[in-house]
Protein backbone atom coordinates (compact mmCIF):
# COMPACT_ATOMS: atom_id res chain seq x y z
CA UNK A 1 0.00 0.00 0.00
CA UNK A 2 1.28 3.90 -0.92
CA UNK A 3 1.70 6.71 1.58
CA UNK A 4 -0.76 9.26 1.13
CA UNK A 5 1.21 11.73 -1.00
CA UNK A 6 0.35 15.12 -0.03
CA UNK A 7 -1.75 15.92 3.20
CA UNK A 8 -5.27 16.55 2.91
CA UNK A 9 -6.80 16.79 6.59
CA UNK A 10 -10.33 15.14 6.27
CA UNK A 11 -10.38 13.39 9.74
CA UNK A 12 -6.36 12.86 10.04
CA UNK A 13 -6.77 10.40 12.87
CA UNK A 14 -5.39 7.21 13.43
CA UNK A 15 -8.02 5.62 10.86
CA UNK A 16 -5.07 6.83 8.50
CA UNK A 17 -2.78 3.98 9.55
CA UNK A 18 -4.53 1.98 7.39
CA UNK A 19 -2.85 3.97 4.67
CA UNK A 20 0.65 2.94 5.83
CA UNK A 21 1.58 -0.57 5.06
CA UNK A 22 4.90 -0.38 7.21
CA UNK A 23 2.63 -0.39 10.26
CA UNK A 24 2.18 -4.30 11.13
CA UNK A 25 0.31 -3.86 14.47
CA UNK A 26 -2.47 -2.28 12.39
CA UNK A 27 -1.86 -5.14 9.66
CA UNK A 28 -2.77 -7.65 12.18
CA UNK A 29 -5.47 -6.27 14.33
CA UNK A 30 -8.61 -4.57 14.03
CA UNK A 31 -8.73 -1.00 14.99
CA UNK A 32 -10.71 -1.42 17.49
CA UNK A 33 -8.39 -4.12 19.22
CA UNK A 34 -5.60 -1.77 19.67
CA UNK A 35 -4.68 -1.24 23.53
CA UNK A 36 -3.49 1.73 24.38
CA UNK A 37 -0.22 -0.71 25.35
CA UNK A 38 0.05 -1.98 21.69
CA UNK A 39 0.40 1.38 20.61
CA UNK A 40 3.38 4.71 20.88
CA UNK A 41 6.04 2.21 19.72
CA UNK A 42 6.96 3.49 16.70
CA UNK A 43 7.66 7.12 15.03
CA UNK A 44 5.28 6.14 12.14
CA UNK A 45 2.36 5.64 15.03
CA UNK A 46 2.83 8.93 16.89
CA UNK A 47 2.90 10.60 13.39
CA UNK A 48 -0.28 9.16 12.54
CA UNK A 49 -1.22 10.09 15.99
CA UNK A 50 -0.40 14.05 15.22
CA UNK A 51 -2.06 13.64 11.79
CA UNK A 52 -5.65 14.52 14.46
CA UNK A 53 -4.24 17.52 15.52
CA UNK A 54 -4.72 19.15 11.89
CA UNK A 55 -7.97 18.97 12.03
CA UNK A 56 -7.84 21.64 14.40
CA UNK A 57 -6.79 24.29 11.76
CA UNK A 58 -9.05 26.71 10.95
CA UNK A 59 -11.19 25.99 8.19
CA UNK A 60 -14.44 27.93 5.46
CA UNK A 61 -16.99 26.74 7.89
CA UNK A 62 -15.18 28.29 11.13
CA UNK A 63 -14.58 31.61 9.23
CA UNK A 64 -16.95 32.45 6.47
CA UNK A 65 -19.99 31.04 8.85
CA UNK A 66 -20.21 32.39 12.27
CA UNK A 67 -17.60 31.78 14.70
CA UNK A 68 -15.64 33.31 17.74
CA UNK A 69 -13.23 34.85 14.83
CA UNK A 70 -15.71 35.25 11.78
CA UNK A 71 -15.93 38.86 10.08
CA UNK A 72 -19.88 38.29 10.39
CA UNK A 73 -19.51 39.41 13.89
CA UNK A 74 -17.24 42.69 12.90
CA UNK A 75 -17.98 46.32 12.17
CA UNK A 76 -17.99 45.12 8.10
CA UNK A 77 -20.87 42.86 9.01
CA UNK A 78 -24.61 42.64 7.87
CA UNK A 79 -25.37 39.98 9.90
CA UNK A 80 -27.24 41.94 13.14
CA UNK A 81 -25.19 38.87 15.06
CA UNK A 82 -25.40 39.47 19.29
CA UNK A 83 -22.30 39.06 19.10
CA UNK A 84 -21.25 42.40 16.73
CA UNK A 85 -23.88 44.33 18.47
CA UNK A 86 -22.95 43.54 21.59
CA UNK A 87 -26.22 41.81 22.85
CA UNK A 88 -24.79 38.48 23.73
CA UNK A 89 -25.27 36.58 26.78
CA UNK A 90 -23.51 34.49 29.21
CA UNK A 91 -23.98 30.63 27.47
CA UNK A 92 -24.58 27.90 29.64
CA UNK A 93 -21.62 25.81 27.45
CA UNK A 94 -19.47 27.01 24.67
CA UNK A 95 -17.81 24.85 22.09
CA UNK A 96 -14.94 27.19 22.05
CA UNK A 97 -14.01 26.09 26.00
CA UNK A 98 -15.03 22.26 25.59
CA UNK A 99 -13.34 21.64 22.53
CA UNK A 100 -10.38 24.00 23.40
CA UNK A 101 -9.71 21.48 26.22
CA UNK A 102 -10.69 17.86 24.60
CA UNK A 103 -7.88 18.96 22.07
CA UNK A 104 -5.61 20.09 24.95
CA UNK A 105 -6.29 16.70 26.46
CA UNK A 106 -4.94 15.22 23.13
CA UNK A 107 -1.94 17.03 22.66
CA UNK A 108 -0.60 16.45 26.54
CA UNK A 109 -1.31 13.11 25.82
CA UNK A 110 0.73 12.47 22.78
CA UNK A 111 3.57 14.76 24.55
CA UNK A 112 3.01 12.27 27.94
CA UNK A 113 3.48 9.30 25.87
CA UNK A 114 6.77 10.81 23.96
CA UNK A 115 8.54 11.02 27.28
CA UNK A 116 8.74 6.90 27.73
CA UNK A 117 9.80 6.53 24.02
CA UNK A 118 13.44 5.22 24.36
CA UNK A 119 14.57 7.05 21.81
CA UNK A 120 13.34 10.77 21.53
CA UNK A 121 15.61 11.75 18.38
CA UNK A 122 12.87 9.65 16.03
CA UNK A 123 9.76 11.91 17.62
CA UNK A 124 11.18 14.84 18.31
CA UNK A 125 9.51 16.36 14.94
CA UNK A 126 5.91 14.68 15.74
CA UNK A 127 6.32 16.49 19.70
CA UNK A 128 7.42 19.71 18.01
CA UNK A 129 4.16 19.56 16.10
CA UNK A 130 2.00 19.04 19.24
CA UNK A 131 3.94 21.57 21.01
CA UNK A 132 2.61 23.87 17.70
CA UNK A 133 -0.27 22.81 18.49
CA UNK A 134 -1.10 23.31 22.19
CA UNK A 135 0.10 26.72 21.24
CA UNK A 136 -2.40 26.98 18.50
CA UNK A 137 -5.28 25.96 20.73
CA UNK A 138 -4.31 28.29 23.88
CA UNK A 139 -3.87 30.97 21.52
CA UNK A 140 -7.22 30.12 20.33
CA UNK A 141 -8.23 30.50 24.15
CA UNK A 142 -6.75 33.39 25.20
CA UNK A 143 -8.06 35.84 22.11
CA UNK A 144 -11.84 34.60 23.86
CA UNK A 145 -11.30 34.54 27.14
CA UNK A 146 -8.37 35.89 28.14
CA UNK A 147 -6.52 34.54 31.19
CA UNK A 148 -7.48 30.30 31.15
CA UNK A 149 -6.11 27.04 33.07
CA UNK A 150 -3.07 25.98 31.63
CA UNK A 151 -3.10 22.30 31.62
CA UNK A 152 0.04 20.23 30.17
CA UNK A 153 -0.62 16.82 30.97
CA UNK A 154 -3.16 14.60 30.31
CA UNK A 155 -6.05 15.37 33.30
CA UNK A 156 -8.42 12.42 34.93
CA UNK A 157 -11.56 12.68 36.30
CA UNK A 158 -9.99 13.04 40.32
CA UNK A 159 -7.33 15.62 39.14
CA UNK A 160 -6.86 18.55 41.29
CA UNK A 161 -5.99 20.68 38.27
CA UNK A 162 -9.47 20.70 37.15
CA UNK A 163 -10.44 22.46 40.27
CA UNK A 164 -7.69 25.28 39.83
CA UNK A 165 -8.31 28.83 39.10
CA UNK A 166 -7.58 30.41 36.18
CA UNK A 167 -3.85 31.40 35.01
CA UNK A 168 -3.23 35.04 33.87
CA UNK A 169 -2.89 36.37 31.00
CA UNK A 170 0.67 36.27 30.84
CA UNK A 171 1.20 33.08 32.45
CA UNK A 172 -0.67 31.81 29.32
CA UNK A 173 1.03 33.70 26.65
CA UNK A 174 4.19 32.87 27.96
CA UNK A 175 3.36 29.06 27.78
CA UNK A 176 2.53 30.21 24.34
CA UNK A 177 5.58 31.57 23.34
CA UNK A 178 7.45 28.57 25.12
CA UNK A 179 6.02 26.14 22.98
CA UNK A 180 6.35 27.60 19.68
CA UNK A 181 9.76 28.41 20.44
CA UNK A 182 10.67 24.59 21.35
CA UNK A 183 8.66 23.85 18.20
CA UNK A 184 10.96 26.23 15.97
CA UNK A 185 14.28 24.88 17.27
CA UNK A 186 13.59 21.39 15.67
CA UNK A 187 10.39 21.73 12.97
CA UNK A 188 12.27 21.23 9.36
CA UNK A 189 12.78 24.34 7.06
CA UNK A 190 9.66 24.10 4.07
CA UNK A 191 12.94 23.58 1.50
CA UNK A 192 13.31 20.52 4.04
CA UNK A 193 10.13 18.95 3.83
CA UNK A 194 9.58 15.80 1.12
CA UNK A 195 6.77 15.86 -0.86
CA UNK A 196 4.92 13.27 0.81
CA UNK A 197 4.87 15.34 4.15
CA UNK A 198 3.96 18.56 2.44
CA UNK A 199 0.99 20.61 4.45
CA UNK A 200 3.06 19.47 7.58
CA UNK A 201 4.07 22.28 10.09
CA UNK A 202 7.42 23.49 9.12
CA UNK A 203 9.75 25.91 10.92
CA UNK A 204 8.49 28.83 8.77
CA UNK A 205 4.69 28.47 9.89
CA UNK A 206 5.93 28.37 13.25
CA UNK A 207 8.19 31.39 13.43
CA UNK A 208 4.88 33.39 11.46
CA UNK A 209 2.48 32.08 13.90
CA UNK A 210 4.49 33.10 16.63
CA UNK A 211 4.96 36.26 14.77
CA UNK A 212 1.39 36.71 15.15
CA UNK A 213 0.75 35.84 18.29
CA UNK A 214 3.15 37.98 19.93
CA UNK A 215 2.06 41.04 17.90
CA UNK A 216 -1.40 40.30 19.20
CA UNK A 217 -0.45 40.42 22.96
CA UNK A 218 2.25 43.24 22.42
CA UNK A 219 -0.41 45.43 21.37
CA UNK A 220 -3.07 44.40 23.27
CA UNK A 221 -0.93 45.32 26.15
CA UNK A 222 0.08 48.71 24.33
CA UNK A 223 -2.78 49.77 24.23
CA UNK A 224 -3.66 48.67 27.81
CA UNK A 225 -0.84 50.85 29.17
CA UNK A 226 1.89 47.86 29.62
CA UNK A 227 4.87 49.24 27.64
CA UNK A 228 7.22 47.21 29.09
CA UNK A 229 5.55 43.63 28.63
CA UNK A 230 4.29 45.13 25.38
CA UNK A 231 7.87 45.79 24.08
CA UNK A 232 9.69 42.79 24.56
CA UNK A 233 6.38 40.97 22.86
CA UNK A 234 7.29 43.08 19.73
CA UNK A 235 10.18 42.46 19.63
CA UNK A 236 9.83 38.79 19.02
CA UNK A 237 7.36 39.32 16.88
CA UNK A 238 9.64 41.59 14.28
CA UNK A 239 12.30 38.90 14.90
CA UNK A 240 10.01 36.04 13.97
CA UNK A 241 7.82 37.41 10.80
CA UNK A 242 11.78 38.83 9.77
CA UNK A 243 12.84 35.35 10.35
CA UNK A 244 10.10 34.02 7.51
CA UNK A 245 10.82 36.94 5.19
CA UNK A 246 14.69 36.82 5.04
CA UNK A 247 14.44 32.83 4.77
CA UNK A 248 13.00 33.28 0.92
CA UNK A 249 11.07 30.00 1.50
CA UNK A 250 7.55 31.46 0.38
CA UNK A 251 6.78 34.21 -2.66
CA UNK A 252 3.05 36.31 -2.84
CA UNK A 253 1.35 34.86 -5.21
CA UNK A 254 1.54 37.19 -8.36
CA UNK A 255 1.87 34.58 -12.13
CA UNK A 256 2.15 37.23 -14.62
CA UNK A 257 -0.59 35.75 -16.76
CA UNK A 258 -3.26 36.58 -14.02
CA UNK A 259 -2.38 40.44 -13.51
CA UNK A 260 -4.51 42.59 -11.49
CA UNK A 261 -6.68 39.67 -11.15
CA UNK A 262 -4.20 37.65 -9.32
CA UNK A 263 -5.45 37.82 -5.66
CA UNK A 264 -8.79 37.51 -6.63
CA UNK A 265 -7.95 33.85 -8.11
CA UNK A 266 -5.93 32.63 -5.59
CA UNK A 267 -8.66 32.47 -3.26
CA UNK A 268 -10.45 29.95 -5.65
CA UNK A 269 -6.90 28.21 -6.73
CA UNK A 270 -7.52 24.56 -7.71
CA UNK A 271 -6.12 22.59 -10.01
CA UNK A 272 -8.93 21.81 -12.14
CA UNK A 273 -9.65 24.76 -14.11
CA UNK A 274 -10.27 27.07 -12.37
CA UNK A 275 -8.68 30.64 -13.25
CA UNK A 276 -8.12 32.13 -16.93
CA UNK A 277 -3.95 30.92 -17.25
CA UNK A 278 -4.92 27.26 -15.80
CA UNK A 279 -2.66 27.70 -13.10
CA UNK A 280 -2.71 25.25 -10.28
CA UNK A 281 -1.96 24.93 -6.61
CA UNK A 282 2.08 24.11 -7.31
CA UNK A 283 2.35 27.55 -8.38
CA UNK A 284 1.01 29.14 -4.91
CA UNK A 285 3.74 29.76 -2.51
CA UNK A 286 2.20 32.11 -0.30
CA UNK A 287 0.25 29.73 1.57
CA UNK A 288 2.56 28.95 4.59
CA UNK A 289 0.01 26.89 6.21
CA UNK A 290 -3.23 25.96 4.63
CA UNK A 291 -6.45 24.06 5.38
CA UNK A 292 -6.08 21.65 2.27
CA UNK A 293 -8.73 20.72 0.26
CA UNK A 294 -9.03 19.03 -2.97
CA UNK A 295 -12.07 18.61 -5.13
CA UNK A 296 -11.24 14.88 -5.93
CA UNK A 297 -10.27 13.75 -2.16
CA UNK A 298 -11.84 16.27 0.33
CA UNK A 299 -14.26 18.86 -0.82
CA UNK A 300 -15.22 21.92 1.57
CA UNK A 301 -18.53 20.86 1.63
CA UNK A 302 -20.02 24.15 2.68
CA UNK A 303 -21.69 26.29 -0.10
CA UNK A 304 -19.37 28.97 -0.30
CA UNK A 305 -19.75 30.04 -3.47
CA UNK A 306 -23.50 30.75 -3.20
CA UNK A 307 -22.49 32.50 0.26
CA UNK A 308 -20.37 34.61 -0.38
CA UNK A 309 -20.87 35.91 -3.97
CA UNK A 310 -23.34 38.90 -3.86
CA UNK A 311 -22.73 38.84 -0.01
CA UNK A 312 -23.19 41.97 1.24
CA UNK A 313 -20.70 44.34 3.49
CA UNK A 314 -20.87 48.07 4.83
CA UNK A 315 -19.96 51.28 3.14
CA UNK A 316 -17.26 51.82 5.68
CA UNK A 317 -15.04 49.05 4.36
CA UNK A 318 -15.35 50.64 0.61
CA UNK A 319 -14.19 53.77 1.68
CA UNK A 320 -10.92 51.79 2.50
CA UNK A 321 -10.02 50.96 -0.69
CA UNK A 322 -7.25 54.07 -1.66
CA UNK A 323 -7.27 55.91 -4.87
CA UNK A 324 -4.29 55.13 -7.76
CA UNK A 325 -2.21 57.98 -6.12
CA UNK A 326 -2.00 56.23 -2.87
CA UNK A 327 -4.41 59.01 -1.23
CA UNK A 328 -7.59 57.92 0.73
CA UNK A 329 -11.36 58.96 -1.20
CA UNK A 330 -11.52 62.18 0.70
CA UNK A 331 -8.20 63.48 0.30
CA UNK A 332 -7.52 62.35 -3.50
CA UNK A 333 -8.50 64.42 -7.02
CA UNK A 334 -8.31 61.11 -8.59
CA UNK A 335 -12.02 60.33 -7.04
CA UNK A 336 -15.07 60.09 -8.89
CA UNK A 337 -17.56 60.73 -6.15
CA UNK A 338 -20.79 58.71 -6.00
CA UNK A 339 -23.15 60.22 -8.51
CA UNK A 340 -23.59 57.04 -10.69
CA UNK A 341 -23.39 53.34 -9.41
CA UNK A 342 -19.61 52.91 -10.72
CA UNK A 343 -18.03 56.14 -10.41
CA UNK A 344 -16.62 55.27 -6.83
CA UNK A 345 -14.69 51.91 -8.21
CA UNK A 346 -12.82 54.48 -10.74
CA UNK A 347 -9.06 55.10 -9.85
CA UNK A 348 -9.07 53.30 -7.03
CA UNK A 349 -6.80 50.15 -5.45
CA UNK A 350 -7.42 47.07 -8.03
CA UNK A 351 -8.10 45.04 -5.01
CA UNK A 352 -11.50 46.64 -4.64
CA UNK A 353 -12.65 46.04 -7.84
CA UNK A 354 -11.66 42.29 -7.13
CA UNK A 355 -12.97 41.80 -3.79
CA UNK A 356 -16.32 43.84 -4.26
CA UNK A 357 -18.76 43.29 -7.29
CA UNK A 358 -19.41 46.69 -9.86
CA UNK A 359 -22.99 47.47 -10.49
CA UNK A 360 -24.09 45.68 -13.73
CA UNK A 361 -20.70 44.32 -14.77
CA UNK A 362 -21.55 40.55 -16.06
CA UNK A 363 -20.18 37.68 -12.85
CA UNK A 364 -20.13 34.00 -13.15
CA UNK A 365 -20.76 31.66 -10.18
CA UNK A 366 -20.42 27.34 -10.63
CA UNK A 367 -24.04 27.29 -12.01
CA UNK A 368 -24.94 26.05 -15.54
CA UNK A 369 -25.34 28.20 -16.91
CA UNK A 370 -23.31 30.84 -15.13
CA UNK A 371 -19.84 29.53 -15.05
CA UNK A 372 -17.00 30.18 -17.05
CA UNK A 373 -16.75 28.83 -20.61
CA UNK A 374 -12.81 30.38 -21.58
CA UNK A 375 -12.44 32.91 -18.85
CA UNK A 376 -11.86 35.90 -21.66
CA UNK A 377 -14.72 37.61 -21.61
CA UNK A 378 -15.76 37.17 -24.92
CA UNK A 379 -19.41 37.09 -26.39
CA UNK A 380 -19.88 32.90 -25.37
CA UNK A 381 -18.75 33.99 -22.01
CA UNK A 382 -20.77 36.20 -21.27
CA UNK A 383 -23.70 34.35 -22.36
CA UNK A 384 -23.21 31.57 -19.95
CA UNK A 385 -22.35 34.24 -17.34
CA UNK A 386 -24.99 34.81 -14.48
CA UNK A 387 -25.67 37.87 -15.68
CA UNK A 388 -25.30 41.85 -15.05
CA UNK A 389 -25.03 42.26 -11.20
CA UNK A 390 -27.59 44.55 -9.81
CA UNK A 391 -26.00 45.97 -6.81
CA UNK A 392 -30.14 47.30 -5.49
CA UNK A 393 -29.63 44.81 -2.71
CA UNK A 394 -28.48 45.81 1.10
CA UNK A 395 -26.21 47.86 1.75
CA UNK A 396 -25.81 48.45 -2.00
CA UNK A 397 -22.36 46.87 -1.40
CA UNK A 398 -21.76 43.07 -2.34
CA UNK A 399 -18.60 41.00 -1.86
CA UNK A 400 -16.84 38.26 -4.36
CA UNK A 401 -14.11 36.83 -2.86
CA UNK A 402 -14.29 33.08 -2.10
CA UNK A 403 -16.71 32.72 -5.30
CA UNK A 404 -15.92 30.08 -7.70
CA UNK A 405 -16.16 31.08 -11.30
CA UNK A 406 -15.95 26.94 -12.27
CA UNK A 407 -18.62 24.81 -12.98
CA UNK A 408 -19.13 22.26 -10.25
CA UNK A 409 -22.18 21.53 -7.98
CA UNK A 410 -22.70 23.34 -4.60
CA UNK A 411 -20.49 22.32 -1.51
CA UNK A 412 -17.68 20.98 -4.02
CA UNK A 413 -15.10 23.57 -4.07
CA UNK A 414 -11.69 22.11 -3.30
CA UNK A 415 -9.47 25.47 -2.92
CA UNK A 416 -7.25 25.43 0.15
CA UNK A 417 -8.08 28.13 3.53
CA UNK A 418 -5.00 29.84 4.25
CA UNK A 419 -4.26 29.53 8.11
CA UNK A 420 -1.40 31.53 7.27
CA UNK A 421 -0.01 33.38 4.45
CA UNK A 422 2.85 35.54 3.63
CA UNK A 423 0.99 38.56 2.86
CA UNK A 424 -0.06 38.25 6.80
CA UNK A 425 3.58 37.98 7.65
CA UNK A 426 4.54 41.17 5.98
CA UNK A 427 2.01 43.33 7.42
CA UNK A 428 2.85 41.61 10.82
CA UNK A 429 5.96 42.84 10.29
CA UNK A 430 5.46 46.36 9.17
CA UNK A 431 2.67 46.57 12.20
CA UNK A 432 5.27 45.09 14.96
CA UNK A 433 7.77 47.37 13.85
CA UNK A 434 6.18 50.18 13.88
CA UNK A 435 4.36 49.85 17.16
CA UNK A 436 7.34 49.13 18.69
CA UNK A 437 9.49 51.95 17.53
CA UNK A 438 6.76 54.66 17.28
CA UNK A 439 8.21 54.86 13.29
CA UNK A 440 9.04 52.99 10.66
CA UNK A 441 11.73 53.44 7.73
CA UNK A 442 11.13 53.63 3.74
CA UNK A 443 13.29 50.18 3.90
CA UNK A 444 11.26 48.20 6.32
CA UNK A 445 7.68 49.53 4.65
CA UNK A 446 9.10 48.29 1.15
CA UNK A 447 10.57 44.85 2.26
CA UNK A 448 7.35 43.98 3.84
CA UNK A 449 3.87 46.26 3.25
CA UNK A 450 4.72 47.80 -0.22
CA UNK A 451 4.98 43.97 -1.37
CA UNK A 452 1.48 43.36 -0.35
CA UNK A 453 0.14 47.06 -1.62
CA UNK A 454 1.81 47.07 -5.36
CA UNK A 455 1.38 43.29 -5.60
CA UNK A 456 -1.76 44.09 -8.14
CA UNK A 457 -1.24 48.17 -8.11
CA UNK A 458 2.14 48.58 -9.71
CA UNK A 459 2.09 52.31 -10.18
CA UNK A 460 0.71 53.68 -7.12
CA UNK A 461 2.69 55.49 -4.83
CA UNK A 462 4.48 52.71 -2.11
CA UNK A 463 3.62 54.20 1.66
CA UNK A 464 6.50 56.13 2.80
CA UNK A 465 7.25 58.81 5.04
CA UNK A 466 7.27 61.59 2.18
CA UNK A 467 3.72 60.57 1.37
CA UNK A 468 2.55 60.37 4.75
CA UNK A 469 3.77 63.70 5.65
CA UNK A 470 3.20 65.77 2.63
CA UNK A 471 -0.55 64.62 2.85
CA UNK A 472 -1.17 64.89 6.08
CA UNK A 473 -1.42 60.90 6.64
CA UNK A 474 -1.38 59.11 9.96
CA UNK A 475 0.91 56.33 9.33
CA UNK A 476 -0.31 54.26 11.84
CA UNK A 477 -3.88 54.52 10.08
CA UNK A 478 -2.48 53.64 6.90
CA UNK A 479 -1.08 50.38 8.19
CA UNK A 480 -4.29 49.25 9.61
CA UNK A 481 -5.93 50.14 5.81
CA UNK A 482 -3.71 47.72 4.17
CA UNK A 483 -4.06 45.20 6.80
CA UNK A 484 -8.00 45.79 6.62
CA UNK A 485 -7.79 45.54 2.87
CA UNK A 486 -5.35 42.20 2.31
CA UNK A 487 -7.24 40.32 5.18
CA UNK A 488 -10.33 40.99 4.33
CA UNK A 489 -12.83 37.79 5.07
CA UNK A 490 -9.96 35.35 6.79
CA UNK A 491 -10.95 36.08 10.62
CA UNK A 492 -8.93 38.80 11.37
CA UNK A 493 -10.82 42.22 11.40
CA UNK A 494 -12.63 41.60 15.03
CA UNK A 495 -9.81 40.37 16.09
CA UNK A 496 -7.56 43.37 15.57
CA UNK A 497 -10.01 45.29 17.00
CA UNK A 498 -10.15 44.08 20.23
CA UNK A 499 -6.38 44.22 20.69
CA UNK A 500 -5.96 47.68 19.37
CA UNK A 501 -8.93 48.53 22.18
CA UNK A 502 -10.90 50.71 19.11
CA UNK A 503 -13.90 48.02 19.44
CA UNK A 504 -15.80 50.42 21.40
CA UNK A 505 -14.81 53.00 18.77
CA UNK A 506 -15.90 51.13 16.29
CA UNK A 507 -18.47 48.37 16.27
CA UNK A 508 -21.40 50.73 17.65
CA UNK A 509 -21.07 52.56 14.71
CA UNK A 510 -24.25 52.30 11.96
CA UNK A 511 -24.07 50.13 9.53
CA UNK A 512 -23.96 52.09 6.46
CA UNK A 513 -24.63 51.72 2.82
CA UNK A 514 -24.26 53.38 -0.69
CA UNK A 515 -24.91 57.04 -0.78
CA UNK A 516 -28.00 57.38 -1.81
CA UNK A 517 -29.20 61.08 -1.62
CA UNK A 518 -28.06 63.02 -5.11
CA UNK A 519 -26.90 60.06 -6.89
CA UNK A 520 -28.07 57.58 -9.12
CA UNK A 521 -28.93 54.80 -6.73
CA UNK A 522 -31.70 57.08 -5.72
CA UNK A 523 -33.79 56.32 -8.94
CA UNK A 524 -32.51 52.74 -8.97
CA UNK A 525 -32.64 51.63 -5.40
CA UNK A 526 -36.46 52.85 -3.89
CA UNK A 527 -39.61 51.13 -2.22
CA UNK A 528 -43.08 52.14 -2.80
CA UNK A 529 -43.23 55.83 -3.37
CA UNK A 530 -39.78 56.20 -4.65
CA UNK A 531 -38.55 56.53 -1.20
CA UNK A 532 -34.99 54.64 0.26
CA UNK A 533 -34.85 51.56 1.11
CA UNK A 534 -33.53 51.72 4.50
CA UNK A 535 -33.20 54.82 6.43
CA UNK A 536 -30.28 58.08 5.35
CA UNK A 537 -28.11 59.34 7.42
CA UNK A 538 -26.91 63.02 7.70
CA UNK A 539 -24.45 62.04 4.65
CA UNK A 540 -27.88 60.65 2.44
CA UNK A 541 -26.25 57.25 3.11
CA UNK A 542 -28.42 54.30 3.74
CA UNK A 543 -28.40 52.96 7.40
CA UNK A 544 -28.67 48.86 7.24
CA UNK A 545 -28.07 48.77 10.98
CA UNK A 546 -28.23 50.94 13.94
CA UNK A 547 -28.34 51.33 17.87
CA UNK A 548 -25.43 49.01 17.75
CA UNK A 549 -23.55 48.74 21.47
CA UNK A 550 -20.07 47.79 22.57
CA UNK A 551 -18.79 47.94 26.39
CA UNK A 552 -15.64 46.83 28.07
CA UNK A 553 -17.09 43.48 28.53
CA UNK A 554 -17.29 42.52 25.01
CA UNK A 555 -13.71 42.45 24.58
CA UNK A 556 -13.81 39.63 26.10
CA UNK A 557 -16.64 36.39 25.51
CA UNK A 558 -18.35 35.04 29.36
CA UNK A 559 -17.11 31.92 30.90
CA UNK A 560 -19.75 29.53 30.29
CA UNK A 561 -21.72 28.97 33.58
CA UNK A 562 -21.28 25.38 33.38
CA UNK A 563 -17.58 25.48 34.24
CA UNK A 564 -18.28 27.86 36.66
CA UNK A 565 -20.34 25.79 38.02
CA UNK A 566 -18.00 22.97 37.64
CA UNK A 567 -15.18 24.68 39.44
CA UNK A 568 -15.99 27.86 41.37
CA UNK A 569 -12.71 28.65 41.21
CA UNK A 570 -13.18 30.13 37.64
CA UNK A 571 -13.64 33.54 38.20
CA UNK A 572 -15.94 35.33 35.28
CA UNK A 573 -14.85 37.82 33.17
CA UNK A 574 -14.77 41.53 34.19
CA UNK A 575 -19.02 43.05 33.37
CA UNK A 576 -20.29 39.01 32.95
Known sequence: MKTVKVIYILALTMVL???????????LKPLNEISDADYWKTPEQFKLAANEFYTYLLTFGNVLYDGPHSDLRSDFSLARSTFSNGTNTVPQTDGSWNGGYSRLRAINYLLQKATAYGNPAEIERYVAEAKFFRAYVYFDLLQLFGGVPIVTSPLDINAG???????????VIDQVVKDLEDAIAVLPAESAINTSDKGRISKGAAQAFLGRVTLYEGTWQKF????????????????????????????LFAPAALGDSALKYMFILEDERSNPASIGKSANKEYILANRYSFTQRQIRNNVTHTWLGAGTAGKFARLFLCQDGLPVDKSPLFQGYASTRSEYTNRDNRMRYTMMLDSNYYWDNENPGSRINWTGDAADIANSRGRHNGASGTGYQTQKWASERRLNDNEEGYDWPVIRLAEVYLNYAEAVFERNGSISDDDLNKSLNLVRNRVNKTMPRLSNALVTANGLDMRAEIRRERAIELCLEGFRLDDLKRWKTAEIEMPMNITGVKWTGTRWQTRYTVSGGNAPFPLDANGNLIFESGRVWTEKNYLLPIPSQQIQLNP???????W
Open 224 to 251: RNNNARANTLLDKSIVNSDAVITSNLYQ
Open 161 to 171: ALQAPRNSRDE
Open 17 to 27: SLQYSCNKLLD
Open 569 to 575: QLEQNPG
